[in-house]
Every structure is written in C-alpha cells, then in structure tokens.
C-alpha cells in the first residue's frame, strides 16, 4: 500500500538508506530501477509514515513484503517477524556466501525474511555476480 510521502521525509530515508535496498542490499544505481519506500510496520497494522518506519526498498523486495510482517522460517517452519531494517542490524541476521552473490539467514528472521523475499532469485544471483566482477558490489557483513 502507497501513500504520499512528504519529500522531506523522502530524502531523509534516502539519505539514510546510502542507494541500498534495506533488504537485499541491492544498489539502485545498479539495479536500473526505481527504488520505493517501504512502510516497515504497513499502514493497515498501523505503522506510521514517519522516519522510524520508513526504509528504502527495491520493488521486488517491497512487492514481496507486501502487507506481512512475518513469514514461515524454512528451517522450523516457524512463524517468524520479518527483519525490522532500523530497529535490527542486517549483519545480525544475514551473511553473504563466500562468493559474495548469495544472502544467507542467520536467524530465524534472517532465513524467513530471505526466502519470503526472495532475495537470492536467480536473476538477482547471477547480477551480483555481473557486479563482482566489476568490482561493483561489496558484500559487507
Ligand atoms: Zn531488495
């Protein structure tokens, strides 16, 4: 669900999202798209349009969320909140594999919001590994 943003706040989140998906970490100036912005807590849960709940998406990422804020963990099959980009740290819950083209959940957050928001679709993958090559993407842990 969209809702206007107030270019104020919009630059804020884009300030403090550095051109990432909150998510996957994919780079706008990479992807060739448009990135959105994502109520964290959706609006029909009643989270709020405001900074602390806000975050720059890419729209695959966004489309996937949707309204959920919590998916099966595929390793329990536990229903699990989905990773909160400014209440946690990506790290905490997330890796790359040693190739640096595929995210892999730590937490069962980590593991439900990768596989809910398919994060390692293989057309993502194989740009990531476009972009190692030319030393475009840092996986940073
Ligand atoms: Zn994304």
């Known amino acids: 669900m969209s809702q206007h943003i107030p270019a104020t706040l919009r630059q804020q989140v884009l300030g403090q ?8 970490r994919s780079a706008e100036a990479l992807l060739g798209v448009t990135f959105e912005i994502d109520h964290i807590v959706p609006l029909s849960a009643g ?3 405001t900074a602390d709940n806000l975050c720059l998406s890419c ?19 536990e229903e699990t909140p989905l990773f909160h980009p400014l209440a946690q740290t990506w790290g905490d819950h997330f890796t790359w594999s040693d190739d640096g083209a595929t995210v892999i959940g730590l937490t069962p957050v980590g593991r439900a919001t990768t596989a809910l928001l398919r994060m390692n679709r293989p057309v993502l993958v194989q740009m990531r590994r476009y972009w190692l090559a030319l030393g475009l993407h840092h996986p940073t842990r």
């Open 47 to 49: 989270g709020g349009t």
């Open 17 to 24: 999202a550095g051109g990432l998906c909150a998510y996957c």
């Open 59 to 77: 729209p695959t990422c966004n489309r996937q969320k949707g309204i959920r804020q919590t998916a099966s963990d595929p390793a329990s099959g």
